[in-house]
């Protein structure tokens, strides 16, 4: 009978002495999942960071953008009304027969011309950096709420392994009878 008290009390030391030990790798591992995202909150934070950095970014290039595409519009509009008027001009030349103005008015025109098409390709391109920039605007505002999802996943996560860590902790306690 000794022989059997023996072994079994061996037994149940043996179980408590397994289960304390996996106890306390529990709590490590919970410690360590906590740190673990409390890094990833940082990360989240600065990324949430960086992307209202890129957005505001973004938003002020396409307002410069929009600025210069209105620029644009009022030298076009310039150039048109200086053909015009060299046209008009180019007429009272050759109507009343002075060939040197005459040839002016041409060298003007085509000197407007070359102005106008320049505008035009100037228009052209500030267009594209509008469309680019709402492009990057919206890829920055796809990548924060990304980030935003990230970081309440990660919030979740660590109230998680908070919690984990309490009841591991109340576990591993003995218990008083």
Request: aromatic share 2%.
């Amino acid at each position: 009978m000794n022989r059997f008290t023996l072994v079994a009390s061996s037994a149940v030391f043996a179980i408590a002495l397994g289960a304390s030990a996996v106890g306390a790798q529990d709590v490590q591992q919970d410690r360590r999942d906590i740190r673990q995202d409390t890094r990833d909150i940082r990360q989240d934070r600065r990324d949430l960071n960086r992307d209202n950095r890129d957005i505001r970014q973004d938003r002020r290039d396409i307002r410069s953008d929009m600025r210069d595409v209105g620029q644009d519009r009022r030298d076009i509009r310039g150039d048109r009304r200086d053909l015009t008027q060299d046209r008009r001009e180019l007429q009272q030349d050759v109507k009343s027969g002075n060939v040197e103005a005459a040839k002016a008015e041409r060298a003007d025109i085509q000197k407007d011309r070359r102005d106008l098409a320049r505008d035009r390709k100037d228009l052209a391109r500030d267009r594209q950096d509008v469309t680019r920039d709402r492009k990057d605007l919206r890829s920055d505002v796809r990548d924060r709420n990304q980030d935003r999802r990230d970081l309440n996943r990660d919030r979740r996560d660590r109230q998680s392994d908070r919690r984990d860590l309490r009841q591991d902790k109340v576990a591993k306690q003995p218990r008083e009878k």
